[in-house]
C-alpha cells in the first residue's frame, strides 16, 4: 500500500500526498495560491496542465493534475519515486505556474497542528507512530497503517487538530 501525507506549503505538501494514498485514492501536499492561480478548474489550458507537463519534463510519471490539485497542492507521490525529489520538484513547478508558498506564519500554525495529530495517533493506539517532518503528517512506511481502524484514528485526528488540512479525493 500506498502511504498517506497531508501538508500545507508548496515543497512541504508534495512530500505529503503520497501518505494519504494509502485510505485515499491520492495524498499530498497543499499551499495557498494566489487569486489568480488555479481559476480555470480542470482545463487543459490550467494550472494543473502545466504543472503536470512540468512534473513529467523531470522524469515523474505524474497524471494530469486538476487545478484545484496544484493550488492546494494535493497530488499523488507516483510509486517508487523519491519523496523529497518530488517534493522539491512540484515545488518549483507550483511556483513556475504561478502559485505561491504559504507564509511562515502558516507553516507554523501547519507545524504545530501536524504535531498534534501525530501525538493524538500516537494517544490513541498507535504509540509507535513515526515522527514526522515539519509541515508533513503522513503514513511513510507505517507498517500498522493498513490496519482498519488506523483510518479512523487517521481520519479523526486530522478533523480534530488540523480541520483545514484537504486530503485528496
Known amino acids: 500500500m500506498e502511504d498517506m501525507t497531508s501538508t500545507h506549503s508548496p515543497l512541504r505538501r508534495a512530500v505529503a500526498a503520497a501518505s494519504l494514498a ?3 485514492p491520492l495524498g499530498l501536499a497543499a ?3 494566489s487569486d489568480d492561480a488555479g481559476t480555470a478548474s480542470g482545463t487543459s489550458a490550467g494550472v494543473g496542465a502545466a504543472w503536470s507537463a ?5 522524469g515523474f510519471p505524474v497524471a494530469d493534475a486538476t487545478d484545484e490539485q496544484v493550488s492546494s497542492g494535493t497530488f499523488q507521490v507516483p510509486a517508487g519515486s523519491d519523496q523529497a525529489s518530488f517534493s522539491s520538484q512540484a515545488g518549483t513547478c507550483a511556483r513556475s ?3 505561491e508558498g504559504a507564509s511562515d506564519a502558516e507553516n507554523q500554525k501547519w507545524d504545530r497542528e501536524y504535531d498534534a ?3 493524538c ?3 490513541n493506539g498507535y504509540p509507535d507512530f ?5 509541515g508533513v503528517i503522513g503514513t511513510g ?3 500498522r497503517a493498513s490496519e482498519p481502524a488506523f483510518e479512523e484514528v487517521w481520519q479523526t485526528c486530522l478533523a480534530e487538530h488540523s480541520p483545514d488540512t484537504r486530503s485528496a479525493n
Open 22 to 24: 494509502l485510505f485515499l
Open 31 to 33: 499551499c495557498s495560491s
Open 54 to 58: 512540468c512534473m513529467r519534463d523531470a
Open 97 to 99: 505556474v504561478g502559485v
Open 117 to 119: 495529530v501525530a501525538s
Open 121 to 123: 495517533i500516537r494517544e
Open 130 to 134: 513515526p515522527p514526522q517532518e515539519p
Open 141 to 143: 512506511d507505517y507498517v
